[in-house]
């Protein structure tokens, strides 16, 4: 079983749509969690950190669930600049990358 | 604003063929990673260096050899080239190897072992 699993995807989803990612992993002993965004051809860049009580940036909102090992990424009123591969990633210590979920985003 | 600088971008190997990916920081950062990206594989550690003068293996190693040469610079060398090695690779640097250290990435490397 991989450390950290996500949906591959691809999200093909309008302008405007509300998506969700969803993120496990297995490492019980996770203390900090991310979403990385990564976009066709290009290095990974941190979108936001996943807090217990949950978080939000703008549209985004990251929610943690430690006793289902569990993390989750929702993206409201979608924008065609949000089509990219986002990384779910988690630390015991070094960081673990999932291999990521592609959203398209169209007109 | 460099952040994480690394060559070359793009690099045609033939089988065999040994070569070296530069990477440099210019955050005074004290930890480096060298990571390879496959499809449907994700990101995954190949060797890090937590501090100047230290380096560690990280999750796929063999076939690969890096030098921390100081606290700026960290090279991930190829002796012995293999098609396996095809792959994207992504230097990174990060404050410290501790949890919650935010991680910065180079613009990547493609390489093609051929």
């Known amino acids: 079983r991989k450390e950290v699993e996500q949906d591959p995807g691809p999200f093909n989803v309008p302008e405007g749509a509300t998506v969700a990612f969803n993120c496990t992993y297995s490492n019980s002993a996770s203390q900090s969690f991310f979403w990385y965004r990564q976009d066709c051809r290009k290095e990974p860049k941190l979108l936001m950190s996943?807090?217990?009580s949950g978080n939000e940036d703008g549209r985004f909102t990251a929610q943690l669930n430690r006793a289902s090992q569990y993390i989750s990424l929702l993206i409201r009123d979608s924008k065609l600049s949000d089509s990219a591969t986002y990384l779910c990633?988690?630390?015991?210590?070094?960081?673990?990358f999932g291999a990521g979920t592609r959203l398209a985003v169209h007109p | 604003n460099a952040g994480v600088t690394q060559t070359p971008k793009f690099q045609v190997l033939k089988t065999g063929q040994s070569m070296t990916l530069q990477c440099a920081q210019d955050m005074n950062h004290n930890s480096m990673y060298w990571y390879r990206q496959d499809p449907g594989m994700g990101l995954r550690l190949i060797y890090y260096s937590a501090s100047e003068g230290t380096t560690d293996k990280g999750e796929v190693p063999n076939g690969y050899n890096v030098s921390r040469l100081n606290k700026r610079e960290f090279s991930l060398r190829l002796e012995s080239a293999a098609p396996s090695q095809t792959s994207v690779y992504f230097c990174?640097?990060?404050?410290?190897?501790?949890?919650?250290?935010?991680?910065?990435f180079g613009e990547g490397s493609w390489l093609t072992v051929v």
């Open positions: 996943v807090y217990s």
């Open positions: 990633v988690v630390s015991p210590r070094k960081l673990i």
């Open positions: 990174a640097s990060s404050e410290a190897v501790r949890s919650g250290n935010t991680i910065y």
